[in-house]
């Protein structure tokens, strides 16, 4: 059965002059770009969970969204349908990538042994359909901040039952995401956090969570999983606080409990500004930590405080965003999952189609944009003015640990005043909107 039968082949490119609201203008996979082609720069994924499950629900009402492939009685019927029409939507739309959490693909069951045969069977079902399409896993993750026993948190939860439950589902969620090839695994600590501090052990509970991650590294090594694990740093939202903040935050955690070997950042867009950073920022300090792995590419609403999950669409970011990833030599594990889904009016399916045809649109020229930036180096010039000082052999002999404070006195006595020189903010900021 055909889900998506207003698109009737994949989408293609078409070029900046087509008026064809079902065509790429700007994403064009095979195009190269500074020696790779654009599918290989951006990695497109789709995310299971919003794309596919999303029915427009929020805070304040009901489903507006109706789907084809969610009308069965069978619980079990409509994941099957759901997943044929996930691939379906995934070729139509021409990403090489998917990412899911492991409730998203199958609804959970009485007891653990029931719901891991029910993932067992949507495993086999997702392998098969990754094969006849070639879509690949860009990564997997657990839902561990649904269900009303992981209210209090999962690994830090008070109680060590929940804990052992977390552990069991990331197991399972692991060996799956191993099963079906899957490139990444993500911990986003979903109410990794507290409500209140009044009923809150902080030290312990982020002691447990360090535990939990320990306990997934070696069940990693134990399985021979290879993928790479990300942390998504997330300020607030279920919680009042998450305890993976932002990506300074999480440097700081895995460095005092010895997980830093094994962990690289997914950098969500929408978590980024919530955490008062811009989507730049965050990238930016990941690259310079040797952290940035995977993007949860998405957008929030500057007049709205929460997760919105919008479809990116702003040029400014990312063009600033793929800028530093190509800076920081392009991904490698990861890419760009569109962690948004569709505004609650956008009920028909055609609008999943405009949002990620949009968003794909948006990075392209972000791509395109970044690449010539480089290709001009005209920032990299500017910035390399500005820090000349530190190539000469006075600034070398402070990096290089040569100096003392008695000798940098002595430097001054003799020296005198430094030349101050100007940081030319608005000129680069010309710069950069002469390439948007
Ligand atoms: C929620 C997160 C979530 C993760 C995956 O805010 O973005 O969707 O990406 O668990
Ligand atoms: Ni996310
Ligand atoms: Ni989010």
Known sequence: MEFFPEVKKTIEYEGPKSKNPLAFKHYNAKEKILGKTMAEHLRFAVCYWHTLK?????????????????KAADPMQRAEDTMHAAFEFFTKLGVQFWCFHDRDIAPEAKTLAETNSRLDKMTKLAKKLQRNTGVKLLWGT??????????????????????????????????????????????WGGREGYDTLLNTDMGRELDHLAMLLHLAVDHKKKIGFKGQLYIEPKPKEPTKHQ??????????????????????????????????????HELEFSAANGILGSVDANRGDL??????????????????????????????????????????????????????????????????IAAKLIKDRVIEKAVAKRYAGWDTRFGRMIES???????????????????????????LENILNEYL
């Open 243 to 280: 305890y993976d903040f932002d990506a300074g935050n999480c440097l700081a955690f895995l460095q005092k409990y010895n997980l830093l070997p094994y962990f690289k950042m997914n950098i969500e867009a929408n978590h980024a500004t919530l955490a008062a950073h811009t989507f730049h």
């Open 401 to 427: 640990g040569k100096m003392n404070f008695k000798k940098l006195e002595t430097y001054i006595l003799e020296n005198g005043e430094p030349k101050l020189q100007s940081g030319r903010q608005e000129l």
């Open 303 to 368: 007049l709205l405080g929460w997760d919105t999950d919008q479809f990116p669409t702003d040029l400014y970011d990312t063009s600033l965003a793929m800028y530093t990833i190509l800076k920081a030599g392009g991904f490698k594990t990861g890419g760009l999952n569109f962690d948004a889904h569709v505004r609650r009016q956008s009920i028909d399916h055609i609008d999943l189609f405009y949002a990620h045809i949009g968003a794909m649109d948006a990075f392209a020229r972000g791509l395109k």
């Open 54 to 70: 999303g029915l427009g629900t929020d805070q304040f009402g009901a489903n507006t969204i109706v789907r084809r492939y969610n």
């Open 142 to 187: 657990t839902n561990a901040f649904s269900h009303p026993r992981f209210m209090a948190g999962a690994g830090t939860n008070p109680n060590p039952h929940v804990f052992a439950y977390a552990a069991s589902q990331i197991k399972k969620a692991m060996e799956i995401t191993k099963e079906l090839g899957g490139q990444g695994y993500v911990f």
